[in-house]
């Protein structure tokens, strides 16, 4: 019976492989900064946020855990090169009140930071809070099972200028994203065919909450018009549910392999004015493999298709990421995220910062946008 109830979960998980279609709208994607700093790895991956990839991962905490605040802090690259630019320009900003009167240099540096390469983007603070895994008595012999709760924010606002035609243009856009995750995860204590190691599978339901705002190519002119259109703004969040499934194989203490399809099925985000983010099924593969006790290594292909393999797009889908264990406290990472090279540190678990980079376009290079995220986190 066991032999049957595996092979039928490897069967599912490979036939939604060849269905996923593209996303209508942009799906929640919470990520850990742990996971930022080492590429955005995560299918394979165990840390703080690791049911938000693969709720199977959740058997693998050992004993009860709960986080009892996670506040993530995020600024664009683009932020921090501007105030670099002002404070090396410093004298001569404050000595020149009139335009005119600054060197012609630097007028074109102004304009070209400004129109090319200045795009706000700020993750707002926003408090996570975890816990689990509980035990679950099923009452069946060949499964240990567990679950956890969670509730996860991401919150962010990002402005841009474009040259335009004949006149600046601008993008407004903001959202705040919530989930409210339910993951169940399942352990085979026996596997068929005398198998090697040990297999994972997990669910997880998850209540979704969106609100959002964009205003995209507007002219300057319109910055009054934007301000009213805002205050006339109904804010009231979008709500959804969702589920999620991950298969997690523990080869050896070296290796192990992941699979995890977000959002099965799809999900819907309905608006109180009857406007929907229709968001489809996301198919996630992971690796790690363990080296030495101090040094993760961990790959991902995220959100991909079968066409994805040959397509110019496959680099956006992969991610690479390492983790080395410094000292008991100091962790170390590093890694790539769609082809942009990341860094990141940790300390104690309640410091973790990373440096990282987002193509925001379809193909690498398309559309790059490199932030640093601070986070401040109390777990027990």
């Known amino acids: 019976m066991i032999n049957k109830q595996v092979t039928s979960t490897l069967f599912v998980f490979s036939f939604l492989f060849f269905v996923t279609i593209e996303s209508v709208?942009?799906?929640?994607?919470?990520?850990?900064?742990?996971?930022?700093?080492m590429g955005g790895v995560g299918t394979a991956v165990n840390s703080p946020k690791a049911v938000l990839y693969n709720p199977a991962l959740l058997g693998l905490r050992e004993g009860f855990k709960i986080t009892v605040i996670d506040i993530p802090i995020t600024i664009s690259h683009d932020i921090v090169k501007t105030a670099m630019f002002i404070y090396k320009n410093m004298d001569e900003l404050m000595d020149n009140d009139d335009w005119d009167e600054l060197d012609e240099d630097l007028r074109d540096d102004i304009i070209d930071l400004a129109l090319y390469d200045f795009r706000i983007n700020i993750g707002m603070l926003a408090p996570n809070v975890s816990a689990g895994p509980y035990p679950l008595y099923t009452g069946v012999r060949w499964w240990d099972m567990?679950?956890?709760?969670g509730l996860y924010n991401e919150n962010y606002i990002s402005f841009s200028l474009d040259e335009g035609i004949l006149i600046p243009t601008f993008d407004l856009k903001a959202q705040a994203d919530a989930v409210v995750h339910l993951p169940f995860a399942f352990r085979v204590q026996h596997l068929p065919y005398r198998l090697p190691g040990q297999l994972y599978s997990g669910f997880a339901v998850k209540y979704m909450m969106r609100t959002r705002v964009e205003k995209t190519r507007r002219s300057?002119?319109?910055?009054?018009?934007?301000?009213?259109?805002?205050?006339d703004q109904d804010f009231e969040p979008g709500t959804g549910l969702g589920f999620d499934l991950g298969l997690y194989y523990?080869?050896?203490p070296k290796w192990s392999i992941a699979f995890a399809v977000r959002?099965?099925?799809g999900s819907t985000i309905e608006y109180p004015d009857g406007e929907k983010d229709e968001i489809s099924a996301r198919i996630d593969l992971g690796a790690e493999y363990t080296p030495h006790s101090r040094i993760e290594l961990a790959a991902d292909l995220r959100d991909i298709k079968f066409?994805?393999?040959t397509g110019a797009s496959f680099f956006t889908k992969l991610h690479l990421g390492c983790q080395f264990h410094l000292t008991r406290i100091l962790k170390l990472?590093?890694?790539?995220?769609?082809g942009y090279p990341t860094f990141g540190f940790g300390i104690g678990g309640a410091i973790n910062y990373a440096f990282y980079g987002r193509e925001l376009g379809r193909y690498a290079g398309d559309d790059?946008?490199?932030?640093?995220?601070?986070?401040?986190?109390?777990?027990?």
Not at 220 to 231: A, K, N, Q, R, S
């Open 25 to 37: 709208s942009a799906p929640i994607n919470i990520e850990g900064v742990e996971n930022l700093g």
């Open 146 to 149: 567990w679950w956890g709760l």
């Open 220 to 231: 300057i002119m319109e910055i009054e018009e934007v301000m009213d259109e805002l205050e």
């Open 250 to 252: 523990d080869i050896s």
């Open 263 to 265: 959002d099965f099925l």
């Open 307 to 309: 066409d994805d393999f």
């Open 333 to 338: 990472r590093g890694g790539l995220y769609q």
């Open 368 to 380: 790059p946008q490199l932030s640093h995220t601070l986070a401040f986190a109390l777990r027990f």
